[in-house]
């Protein structure tokens, strides 16, 4: 992955080449659903994104498509998740508060399907 990002950015981003700064590379997000890796392009985004991850602020924003049709309106879903390991993550009484703000930017049909 490092040499990708080398590749792709070149001298634009020298953290990319600093082995101290960890090529850039930050953390590993969500490990238990999707195991996003987090990486800065700059040394000030290095540390910023390390101040956020210290103090747990850091806001995660996604873009999902999703199979079936979701509401319009804009909603939140709060739920406690619990994982270990190498198992699904649960959602249920138990484990890490989590809270997702929901918005559908869209209806889709793909082969009859129905897609949010």
Request: aromatic content about 10%; overall charge neutral.
């Amino acid at each position: 992955l490092t040499t990708f990002m080398q590749d792709l950015l070149g001298k634009q981003a020298p953290i990319l080449h600093d082995a101290g700064h960890r090529y850039g590379f930050m953390h590993r997000l969500d490990v238990p659903s999707s195991g996003l890796i987090l990486m800065a392009k700059t040394y000030e985004a290095y540390y910023d994104l390390q101040v956020q991850l210290s103090v747990g602020e850091l806001i995660r924003d996604y873009v999902v498509l999703a199979h079936g049709l979701v509401a319009y309106c804009r909603s939140e879903v709060m739920a406690h998740l619990y994982w270990r390991g190498d198992a699904p993550t649960i959602a249920g009484g138990r484990g890490k508060p989590s809270r997702t703000q929901l918005k559908v930017l869209a209806h889709a049909t793909h082969n009859f399907d129905a897609l949010s």
